[in-house]
């Protein structure tokens, strides 16, 4: 019987599991549940005897890869793939998969109420300001990307993107000017929403002569990776410019700095929490189970992310 391993340090939603289980068991499968492990060590002992494992944010690298002796695919339920080594996962054979845009709108909501909460004086009592009618940067245009421009438009906010991949008209389609340069993005936008994935060109590629751009009241959105942002930048920039604020989905390495010196110019989620619904634990997971089944029945190989 094939043994299907979901190994999520930040367990899905019950009613995911449920329905993950039911695909898994329907195709013959027998399903295996890792859940809040606390060593990584417990994961590579998990994987060694199973044929599918679904992950999150889990660190799937070489030791667990080498590890999983009969692993034929693994699935990051999820957009981004950065946490698995894919090398590692192409040497053996093992085909890694994501599943791109079930968790969409789920980042994208976290986005926006993340704007609205800062823009709110993070609802202390004190005056605020509106988004209505502000200036939004989407930097990337992908799934996120697209969702949180349909809830900005509905919020009344100016709204333009960089994409070099993305054609224009599919920007313009949508209500959304798109610019030439990611320079052009900084300059205009108040807000500036990060939608870019973590890879050696995008790491720490936002730093202080791009944010330095951004006109006076800005707001940096990080729903993405901490690791794309210049964390060194980031701190100079809130030095120099008392009217930038950072909102990010996972705490920055440099936390400490942030809460002895910029109370309330920023919000950190502690542990990242974009796709933590159980809609989006949903859409991934089972996406991710079917994907799972298409591939050991049929060899369906859409979403494979490694050569
Ligand atoms: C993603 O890449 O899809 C998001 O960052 C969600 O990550 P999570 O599944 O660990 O919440």
């Not at 994961?43 to 667990?64: G, H, L, P, T, Y």
């Amino acid at each position: 019987m094939k043994k299907v391993l979901v190994a999520t340090d930040k367990p899905f939603a019950k009613v995911a599991v449920d329905g993950i289980r039911q695909i898994v068991e329907k195709a013959g499968y027998e399903l295996i549940l890792l859940e809040k492990y606390t060593e990584q060590s417990d994961f590579v002992k998990a994987i060694e005897n199973v044929d599918a494992v679904i992950i999150r944010s889990d660190i799937a690298d070489r030791a667990v890869i080498e590890a999983g002796k009969n692993l034929k695919i693994i699935v990051r339920a999820g957009a981004g793939y950065d946490n698995i080594d894919l090398a590692a996962a192409s040497e053996r054979k093992v085909v890694a998969m994501n599943t791109p845009g079930q968790n969409s709108n789920a980042v994208a909501e976290l986005a926006l109420g993340m704007m609205v909460y800062m823009a709110r004086s993070c609802f202390n009592g004190s005056s605020g300001t509106e988004l209505r009618g502000k200036t939004l940067g989407i930097h990337a245009y992908g799934n996120v990307g697209k969702y949180v421009a349909a809830i900005a438009r509905g919020f009344g906010m100016e709204i333009y993107a960089f994409d070099p991949f993305v054609p224009a008209i599919t920007m313009e389609k949508d209500g959304v000017t798109p610019v030439a340069t990611v320079e052009e993005l900084y300059s205009k936008c108040q807000y500036i929403s990060l939608h870019i994935p973590a890879n050696s060109q995008t790491k720490k590629s936002i730093g202080f002569d791009l944010l330095s751009k951004m006109p006076k009241g800005a707001t940096l959105v990080n729903t993405a990776r901490k690791e794309v942002i210049d964390e060194d930048g980031l701190l100079k920039i809130f030095g120099e410019r008392p009217d930038f604020k950072y909102l990010s989905d996972i705490e920055p390495d440099c936390k400490a700095e942030f809460s002895e010196n910029y109370t309330g110019r920023y919000f950190f989620t502690p542990k990242k929490m974009g796709a933590q619904t159980s809609e989006a634990n949903v859409n991934a997971g089972l996406a991710a189970a079917r994907q799972i089944v298409d591939f050991l029945e049929n060899g369906v190989t859409t979403y494979q992310v490694n050569k």
